[in-house]
């Protein structure tokens, strides 16, 4: 593969405005250790794009900031689906907001890049927790690199973790994968709160959204633990396949009994002996598993080597986009070596 | 590269044999997911070697156990060093115990093998905190891969999280890479026990040597901090530069002062500011870092994404041997793209 790679990203919303800025961060290192160029030729948003195919000015769009749409390279009006086969792409990076029903639009994205041949790196998750298989066999057919690890902890390796572990059999897989739940839930252990006011002190932090039904009901969590499922685990589901319980009746005598033992209530996310589990769980206080806060942790049961864990910040713009610039290195260098 | 892996096996000991098992226990899934047939022509120890060019039958050098010596195989009398450029091989696999001064024998079977270009996966890491740049110059010109994932902490990725955070910055590593002192200040600081109790029931466990000075005094930690932040950091460093303290002058009066403040003391592993240093540190008791018994812990803080945690079992000859092969299923695949 050439040096200079052809990139457009769909979304220009948080995700998408912290790569733009990672990219000229690491303009210098990439071009240094890895002989990668990143050309952005276009930034689609919903009611048009930035396009330039010579490669856009990425610090003249970051000084416009919400006034990106007065360059003289924005086109009002254009789409992305009509546009990704008509410039010279050669990976589609896709962020943005995705309907959890649909998948959309990001599936007719993803779709789209692979079916015009080129490689795909997206931050969220509907597309792969609905429809992976399909995804990879038309990746596969066309020979395409689909990247996604963002979807699952941001920038935590999981996805990843695969050719960490090569050789390692995967027995099973426990995590928590939703940080806001677990923020209401470390709440409500340090500080004895209800249920009610730890999610409201969550919300009004930012951790938590206006409607928190995804997050604290176990969807968010599920759909991840599908991706990491399929994709370390070689299973083959989808997120009606997962058993899904919230945390909203957890009370604060339930927590001081577990307590009261030694344990913590945590919200698992949970592969094992072929079912995929979301629900709160006792563990040991002393496991692992017992972070507190927003962060994100995974723990891969390999048959011979124990547990391997591991943990980070599993949300937040800079995160993701790390984890797309991430993918986006790993493509490159996939791409040399054919 | 072909589908079936030549390689030889230097040391016998407790790596080695879990090793063999391992290989016949993965032969199906091997081949299965990565087209990949390990014949293992030679298994070298200081006496001799087993030695069949079409491959030695492992289950059956498994049965002979100890008395392997006594199969049709065995030649007296031969050495790695001089076999090594003789046998066909692809890979070479050292596991003999290693001089801690000197690196040998490892270091110069290593080198004979790069010599002859045959790709090394090694498990010892004296030859590498000695002469990692000498090692990697070498392989370099003779288009070699050396692989070492089980020097660092066994079967917990660290070296090869390089290739999960390509495109993250890292500033610092902070690690505890030694079991027998963390087993030591654990039971120290939770049952109450001064030093040399806690050493000698390390001792009786099997955690600690008879002569435990490598870990308690930090050598070993030390050397293992070298590697890492040499290719993590990009750093070129020997064991020399690394200020070691060690646990043998911690009271149980000074862990009590730091838990009645909510901290612990930890014998940690850094690479910051340019410097490497190994020696007891406190750390808040809530940390990540802060994980009990012989557990292997290490926190890369990246620039933008906070830090990334990692733990696992840091040693063991099967965790051993699981990174040795992970090691080999990845040079098989970097192998068969170029």
Known sequence: MKMKINCCLIGKGNVGSCLLELIEEKKEALKHYYDLEIGLI????????????????????????????????WKSDITAIDYIPKLNLDICIETTPTNPKTGEPALSHIIKAIEHNIDVIASNKGPFYLKYKEIHKLANKNHCIVKYEATVASCVPTLSMKQNLLANEIISIRAILNGTSNYILSRMSSEGVDFSLALKEAQELGYAEADPTLDIEGYDAAGKIVILANEILHWDLTIDDVKINGISKITPQAIDLAKSDGFVIKHLAIAENNRLIVEPRIIEKDSPLNISGTLNVIEFQTKRAGPIVIMGRGAGGYEAASAILNDLVSIKLSRQKT
Chains 1, 2 share one sequence.
């Open 42 to 73: 276009a930034i689609f948003e919903f009611d048009g794009a930035l396009i330039n195919q010579e490669g856009l000015d990425l610090s003249e769009i970051r000084k416009l900031g919400k006034d990106f749409r007065e360059s003289q390279y």
